[in-house]
T-cell receptor, first 111, second 113 residues
Framework: QKEVEQNSGPLSVPEGAIASLNCTYS??????FFWYRQYSGKSPELIMS????GDKEDGRFTAQLNKASQYVSLLIRDSQPSDSATYLC???????????FGKGTRLSVIA | KAGVTQTPRYLIKTRGQQVTLSCSPI?????VSWYQQTPGQGLQFLFE???????NKGNFPGRFSGRQFSNSRSEMNVSTLELGDSALYLC????????????FGPGTRLLVL
C-alpha cells in the first residue's frame, strides 16, 4: 500500500525559530513531492514543490528531498505566528495513481 | 483568474437521503479531483476526472459517484447517506499536466443527522 507518513504533532516552535517538518513515503519510484498548508477551517494551498534531490528555497521556505532515504522535509525559517497551520505532504507516485497525501503535521508558532 | 468554486458551502441532510455537490474548476483546468476530509482520517481521495473521464478512483463504496461535464465542471453524488459521511468535501482542479499541482476550492461541509 502506498503511504505517506507524517508526525501529527503538534509541533510547537517559538517565533523566529526554524520549524522542521518531516515526511516519509513508501514508494521508491515516487517522482514529485509537494507541501500544502491548511489553516484551520480553510482548504489546503500549495506552497512548495520539489522534484530532484537536494534543497529548493522559496523565501522563508526550504524543501529538502532525499530519494535514497525516501524522505522529504520542509523548513520554515524565522517562523511567524501566521505560519501556525497544518502542513500536508503529498507525493506523486509511479503509475496511474492519484496524489497521495499524508495526514499532516500541525505547527504552532508561539509569540 | 477566478479560483475553484464549490456549491453549496454547507449542507445538512438526514440519513438515507442523497446529496449532489458541485465544483467549477479554474478556467482552462481539465482535471478535477474530489477528497473527503475528516479529523481522524485526514484527506482521503475519492476520484479524479480528466476530460470527462474518470482517471482514478479511491477506496470508497459505490454510494459515492461523480462525473465531469464538457466544460470541466464536476459533480459528486452520495446516495443513501450515513452518519459517517459527515465531512468536508474538497474539490481540487489541476491543469492536468502535473497532478501534484492542485488548487483547492473552499469545500462543502456536509452534516448528516
Amino acid at each position: 500500500q502506498k503511504e505517506v507518513e507524517q508526525n501529527s504533532g503538534p509541533l510547537s516552535v517559538p517565533e523566529g525559530a526554524i520549524a522542521s517538518l518531516n515526511c516519509t513515503y513508501s514508494d521508491r519510484g515516487s517522482q514529485s513531492f509537494f507541501w500544502y498548508r491548511q489553516y484551520s477551517g480553510k482548504s489546503p494551498e500549495l506552497i512548495m514543490s520539489i522534484y530532484s534531490n537536494g534543497d529548493k528555497e522559496d523565501g522563508r521556505f526550504t524543501a529538502q528531498l532525499n530519494k535514497a532515504s525516501q524522505y522529504v522535509s520542509l523548513l520554515i525559517r524565522d517562523s511567524q505566528p501566521s505560519d501556525s497551520a497544518t502542513y500536508l505532504c503529498a507525493v506523486n507516485m509511479l503509475g496511474n495513481t492519484p496524489l497521495v497525501f499524508g495526514k499532516g503535521t500541525r505547527l504552532s508558532v508561539i509569540a | 483568474k477566478a479560483g475553484v468554486t464549490q456549491t453549496p458551502r454547507y449542507l445538512i441532510k438526514t440519513r438515507g437521503q442523497q446529496v449532489t455537490l458541485s465544483c467549477s474548476p479554474i478556467s482552462g483546468h481539465r482535471s478535477v479531483s474530489w477528497y473527503q476530509q475528516t479529523p481522524g482520517q485526514g484527506l482521503q481521495f475519492l476520484f479524479e476526472y480528466f476530460s470527462e473521464t474518470q482517471r482514478n478512483k479511491g477506496n470508497f463504496p459505490g454510494r459515492f459517484s461523480g462525473r465531469q461535464f464538457s466544460n470541466s465542471r464536476s459533480e459528486m453524488n452520495v446516495s443513501t447517506l450515513e452518519l459517517g459521511d459527515s465531512a468536508l468535501y474538497l474539490c481540487a482542479s489541476s491543469p492536468g499536466t502535473e497532478k501534484g499541482t492542485q488548487y483547492f476550492g473552499p469545500g462543502t461541509r456536509l452534516l448528516v443527522l
